[in-house]
C-alpha cells in the first residue's frame, strides 16, 4: 500500500481552500490517501517573520485578483470574506476533535467549514458558527461546543500544531508526498507529475 500524503493547511488560507477542493481526486487518481492536517499559520508567522498576504501592499491586491480568477477557473464557489484573515483555532480543533472518531466526516467537515469561509462569508474563527456548520452534517453541536475547551483537544491541537513546525511546514497548502514537500495550490500539477514518475 503506498504511503497517504499528507495535506497541510489552515482553515484561514484561500489557497489551500482552493487546493481541498482538488487534492482526495488528484491522489485517488494514482491510488494514494491523503491525510488532513490543519495547522496555524500565525504559530508559524512568529518563527519565520511572516505577514498575511492580505496586509502586504501590492501583492495583497493581486492576490484577490490572482484567488478570483484561480477560483473561476476551477469552478470553485469563491467570495474573499469580510473579515480577512480570521484565526483557525476553533476550526482546527473541531476537525480533529471529530477526526479521532471518524476521519471521513473530518474531512466533510473541513470542506463544509472552508465553504462556509470562503463561500458563505461565515466568520468560522467564531465557536459559534463552527459548531453550526458542523450541526449541518449532524455532529452533536452541545458536545462540540464542549470539546472547544477541552484541554485535551487544546493540547491535540498544540501537538499537530508543534509537529507540522517540525516537519518545516511554513504555509498553506502544504504537501507531503513520500517525503517530498510541495508548498502553494499552485504546485498541485506537480504533485500530480510525480506521483505519476515517481519523482525526478
Same mark, same amino acid.
Given at each position: 500500500?503506498?504511503? /497517504?500524503?499528507?495535506?497541510?493547511?489552515?482553515? @484561514?488560507?484561500?489557497?489551500?481552500?482552493?487546493? *481541498?477542493? =482538488?487534492?482526495?481526486?488528484?491522489?485517488?487518481?494514482? !491510488?494514494?490517501?491523503? $491525510? %488532513?492536517? /490543519?495547522?496555524?499559520?500565525?504559530? &508559524?508567522?512568529?518563527?519565520?517573520?511572516?505577514?498575511?498576504?492580505?496586509?502586504?501592499?501590492?501583492?495583497?491586491?493581486?492576490?484577490? =485578483?490572482?484567488? +478570483?480568477? *484561480?477560483? =473561476?477557473?476551477? #469552478?470553485?464557489?469563491? #467570495?474573499?470574506?469580510?473579515?480577512?484573515?480570521? !484565526?483557525?483555532?476553533?476550526?482546527?480543533?473541531?476537525?480533529?476533535?471529530?477526526?479521532? #472518531?471518524?476521519?471521513?466526516?473530518?474531512?466533510?467537515?473541513?470542506? +463544509?467549514?472552508?465553504?462556509?469561509?470562503?463561500?458563505?462569508? =461565515?466568520?468560522? @474563527?467564531?465557536?459559534? &458558527?463552527?459548531?453550526?456548520?458542523?450541526?449541518?452534517?449532524?455532529?452533536?453541536?452541545?458536545?462540540?461546543?464542549?470539546?472547544?475547551?477541552?484541554?485535551?483537544? #487544546?493540547?491535540?491541537?498544540?501537538?499537530?500544531?508543534?509537529?507540522?513546525?517540525?516537519? !518545516?511546514?511554513?504555509? *498553506? /497548502?502544504?504537501?507531503? &508526498?513520500?517525503?517530498?514537500?510541495? %508548498?502553494? @495550490?499552485?504546485?498541485?500539477?506537480? $504533485?500530480?507529475? %510525480?506521483?505519476?514518475? !515517481?519523482?525526478?
Amino acid at each position: 500500500m503506498a504511503n /497517504p500524503i499528507d495535506f497541510y493547511f489552515d482553515f @484561514s488560507s484561500p489557497y489551500g481552500y482552493l487546493a *481541498s477542493t =482538488r487534492i482526495d481526486a488528484l491522489a485517488a487518481r494514482h !491510488g494514494r490517501s491523503v $491525510v %488532513w492536517r /490543519p495547522h496555524l499559520l500565525g504559530a &508559524v508567522f512568529k518563527i519565520n517573520d511572516q505577514r498575511p498576504l492580505a496586509s502586504i501592499p501590492f501583492k495583497s491586491d493581486y492576490t484577490a =485578483r490572482d484567488l +478570483a480568477r *484561480s477560483a =473561476r477557473l476551477l #469552478k470553485v464557489p469563491f #467570495k474573499l470574506p469580510t473579515k480577512f484573515p480570521v !484565526g483557525a483555532t476553533a476550526p482546527s480543533r473541531a476537525f480533529y476533535w471529530v477526526n479521532d #472518531k471518524d476521519p471521513a466526516l473530518a474531512k466533510r467537515l473541513a470542506q +463544509a467549514l472552508y465553504h462556509a469561509y470562503f463561500a458563505e462569508d =461565515r466568520d468560522i @474563527s467564531s465557536p459559534e &458558527v463552527t459548531c453550526d456548520v458542523a450541526a449541518r452534517l449532524e455532529v452533536d453541536r452541545a458536545e462540540l461546543a464542549q470539546a472547544l475547551n477541552d484541554p485535551a483537544v #487544546k493540547e491535540r491541537l498544540r501537538t499537530e500544531v508543534d509537529a507540522a513546525i517540525a516537519r !518545516g511546514v511554513f504555509g *498553506s /497548502p502544504y504537501i507531503i &508526498v513520500d517525503g517530498e514537500p510541495f %508548498w502553494g @495550490s499552485d504546485r498541485l500539477d506537480q $504533485v500530480e507529475k %510525480w506521483l505519476e514518475t !515517481g519523482g525526478w
